[in-house]
């Protein structure tokens, strides 16, 4: 206890420093400064807490020891709190919901198990099928590579939303295609975007590619893929768009679109397609180095699955009372809330440019350039503040760009928009939703 109150200040001290900095690095420049109103609580405790750091170096001995006593019975009690908060097991209720209405509506039974369950079971069938690899995991080891798509030529478990796992075959180049649209002669769409463009939890042919397949009759590339954003997608359009593409479609979704580039613009080899025109990483000539690379991926995270092992973030996110910060944040005003308000000048700017270069390519490329505006589940569930998507078609518009709006076209004109996501609520879209926004698609650019 000696020892304890001989550094108890200066450890304090020293604390609350580093929270004050931490929170300045966070706030001015991570963020730019353009989240200043959530970070507000955070300086406003550590500088009391640098203040009471001050007064503790004047303090009895004896109120030292109580108060040693009582932070570390305070930490003590909110790290098991935090723990509980992180590794208990319990099934959400939308999901339960869900459960419910499939097997209601379908007379089937909810597939219950895990993603690591049934790329198990699986396995047992078919020794090369796959698990969906996000290429953005791969920022941490992109010095030499990033990849832009999933592993090639295998059957590639991906999500349930629906009642059952949605499976497809990746062509390739890791995309979810047949591999025979890449020998055909002429592309009729060429496809980029996010999940909802990947086909996220559904199987062919109820993605968006392949109902633009069935309806042109014609060849269609789906170049979407999980955890896109506008940068990644320029650049998988950079990587592999063919000379013989007729239409491109650049699906934009509001959901996260912005949030994703915000985080791609901090990766220096994206940075790289938007500084350097010239730029590629010819993807086409190194499969066989994604491939591998994806594979050692999925290897590691099961081996930390079922070792229940928790890496650096979770240790860092357990450190920092990630969940009951998370809590406590629900009683802050509403304007120092950590909800994603909108995007930075910086990624407003970097949206616009890249935009730009993608419309320009296609011009170069002698291909049309359609922009597609997919709305979120959010969008009709509560009162939806239309600032950004009034941002994404003012830029869209001032960059003479074909703005093909789902929303005012799809969902408006349902009786009821939630029927287009699973049972009504948050998810990806259904197969009716891809399907009709696919139709609208094919209307507004069939020649």
């Known amino acids: 206890m000696h020892l304890l109150k001989k550094i108890f200040s200066p450890t304090i001290l020293t604390i609350s420093s580093f929270i004050l900095i931490y929170t300045f690095y966070k706030s001015e420049i991570y963020w730019h400064g353009e989240n200043r109103n959530y970070y507000f609580t955070y300086y406003i405790f550590s500088s009391i807490l640098i203040f009471f750091s001050i007064i503790s170096f004047f303090i009895s001995q004896k109120i030292k020891e109580y108060l040693i006593i009582s932070g570390i019975s305070l930490l003590a009690g909110l790290y098991l709190f935090e723990g509980y908060l992180t590794f208990k097991e319990q099934t959400s209720k939308e999901l339960f919901l869900k459960q419910q209405l499939y097997e209601k509506q379908t007379g089937n039974k909810w597939d219950k198990r895990s993603k690591l369950e049934i790329y198990k079971d699986l396995k047992k069938i078919n020794s090369k099928i796959v698990l969906r690899f996000v290429p953005k995991n791969l920022y941490e080891d992109s010095d030499n590579i990033l990849s832009l798509s999933g592993i090639s030529n295998s059957k590639t478990i991906y999500c349930n939303e629906n009642g059952y796992y949605s499976i497809n075959q990746s062509d ?5 295609n047949p591999d025979e649209e890449w020998d055909n002669k002429e592309t009729e769409y060429l496809i980029v975007g996010d999940s909802f463009t990947h086909g996220a939890c ?4 109820n993605d968006i590619g392949s109902v633009l397949r069935i309806l042109s009759n014609k060849s269609v590339l789906n170049l979407g893929y999980s955890g896109h954003g506008p940068l990644l997608e320029y650049a998988t359009l950079k990587e592999f ?3 013989n593409t007729k239409k491109i479609i650049w699906n934009y979704y509001e959901g996260n679109d912005f949030y994703n580039l915000e985080d791609e613009l901090k990766n220096k080899i994206l940075v790289n397609y938007l500084d350097n025109i010239n730029f590629s990483q010819n993807l086409k000539l190194r499969q066989n180095e994604i491939d591998i690379l994806s594979k050692q991926k999925i290897k590691q995270k099961i081996n930390k699955t079922e070792k229940n092992a928790l890496n650096i973030d979770d ?3 357990i450190l920092k009372l990630n969940k009951i910060r998370t809590e406590l944040n629900n009683y802050l005003p509403k304007n120092q809330q950590p ?3 909108g995007p930075t000048e910086f990624a407003i700017n970097a949206f616009k440019k890249t935009l730009s270069l993608a419309k320009n390519l296609a011009i170069k490329n ?3 350039f359609y922009f597609v505006y997919l709305p979120d589940y959010n969008r009709y569930k509560k009162d939806y503040n239309n600032t950004n998507y009034n941002l994404v078609k003012d830029i869209v518009n001032e960059l003479d760009i074909s703005f093909i709006d789902i929303n005012k076209e799809v969902f408006e004109k349902e009786q009821n928009p939630l029927k287009l996501f699973p049972f009504e609520l948050f998810g990806h879209y259904n197969e ?4 009709k926004i696919a139709e ?5 650019t069939k020649d």
């Open 339 to 341: 909800t994603y308000e």
């Open 366 to 368: 002698n291909s049309k």
């Open 241 to 243: 768009l063919n000379s």
């Open 172 to 176: 390739r180049y890791g995309f979810n």
């Open 432 to 435: 009716v939703g891809y399907k």
């Open 202 to 205: 559904v199987n062919r042919p």
């Open 315 to 317: 240790v860092l996110k």
């Open 440 to 444: 609208t698609i094919y209307q507004f």
